[in-house]
């Protein structure tokens, strides 16, 4: 027996590089009420609603990769609580915990979250990711061309309500690293973790260049004019395939995701499915998946349905690449054209 048929017989996906997968990513929605640069193509093309996965077949989806292996499962979107029936999705995953789902989550830019964070609390979502750029409300509207305050309303909401939140900030010279130390002074007082992103090509429109990236050192040096800036490692006690590389700001804790120059790739552990059915082995993967006609047979509940899901689904995790900086340079060498990936941050949800 070799070791693709050997692993095979396993329940948990590993790729060819012995990395088990354990996160899965499921965006409910590519549509967004935000225009982000680093994530919206200046004109998208929305998904139409009915070729979208109904909850009910993202559920068998996430009830067949629970039972081979995953342990997280996020809900992102496009921003996720636009789509209505989501509430009731949370509820509805916790039914897989029996079977070995650790944690539900969910990404959010935190608009409508106000109007949602008790019911999402009640639903047991366990904890919150919200992209927050600025704290400027100029420049916040700059970015994403909406209002800074619903969010901040958000984010005291999902506070009171007890959420667990993380906030997530994507750095771009020349648009909002000016933000680093107003959002380090307010997560410590807020008593919030925040992680710095670096800006990757996933804007949609391919206009990203190297010159956008603020990096980790240069992000560090700022926060040393400042606090006292200590390194735990990369990872965390809860696990080493945290993509952020932590730190502490006069002991606070804070993340910086480097994936342009410091990549967590070497321990990823998260694939990702689109609301229509992609599958992604990679957020930078040049190629997906289809599997909506495999996904809507689950619902079948006959063995054939789940055997020809799971040997698509092995074959494609076997080939993931070794990480972002092994891809673009095998595209480069192949002088393969990167506009022809259809893939932007809006459709997969980071």
């Known amino acids: 027996m070799n070791m693709m048929t050997q692993l095979k017989s396993n ?15 499921i965006s409910v929605t590519d549509r ?3 225009k982000c640069v680093y994530c919206m193509p200046e004109h998208p093309e929305w998904m139409k609603k009915h070729d979208l996965l109904s909850f009910e077949e993202l559920y ?8 081979r292996g995953i342990e997280f499962i996020r809900i992102t979107g496009g921003e996720p609580l636009m789509r209505q029936g989501v509430v009731h999705f949370v509820a509805q995953l916790q039914n897989l ?9 969910m990404t959010t830019n935190a608009h409508y979250l106000k109007q949602y964070a008790e019911a999402l609390k009640q639903a047991g979502l366990d904890d919150l990711n919200i992209s927050l750029d600025s704290l400027d409300a100029s420049q916040f509207k700059h970015l994403t061309q909406k209002d800074l305050a619903p969010v901040l309303e958000g984010i005291q909401a999902a506070q009171a309500v007890g959420l667990p939140i993380k906030i997530n900030t994507v750095l771009m010279h020349g648009m909002n690293e000016n933000q680093i130390l107003p959002l380090a002074r307010w997560s410590v007082q807020q008593q919030i973790v925040l992680r710095f992103i670096e800006f990757m090509p996933l804007d949609g429109d391919r206009k990203w260049s190297t010159e956008h990236v603020v990096s980790e050192q240069q992000i560090l040096e700022t926060l040393a004019t400042e606090f006292t800036v200590t390194k735990q490692g990369h990872g965390s006690a809860q696990t080493t395939s945290d993509p952020a590389r932590q730190h502490f700001i006069d002991g606070h804790p804070i993340g910086i995701i480097s994936t342009i120059t410091n990549s967590f790739c070497g321990t990823c552990d998260r ?28 619902t079948l509940k006959t063995a054939s ?9 092995f074959t494609y995790i076997w080939h993931k690449e070794q990480g972002y900086h092994a891809i673009e340079q095998r595209l480069k060498n192949q002088s393969l054209d990167k506009s022809s990936r259809k893939i932007s941050m809006h459709m997969i949800g980071g």
Not at 11 to 25: P, S, T
Not at 60 to 67: G, I, K, S
Not at 271 to 291: D, M
């Open 11 to 25: 329940a948990l996906f590993v790729d060819q590089f012995g990395r088990g997968k354990r996160k899965l990513r």
């Open 32 to 34: 967004c009420n935000f």
């Open 60 to 67: 068998q989806f996430c009830d067949f990769m629970v039972r």
């Open 97 to 105: 915990k029996q079977f070995g789902l650790k944690r539900i989550s």
């Open 271 to 298: 694939v990702r499915l689109t609301a229509q059915g992609e599958f992604y082995n990679c957020l930078f993967a040049p190629q997906g998946l289809k599997l909506k006609t495999q996904i809507k047979a689950l």
């Open 305 to 313: 349905s789940e055997v020809n899901l799971h040997d698509a689904l």
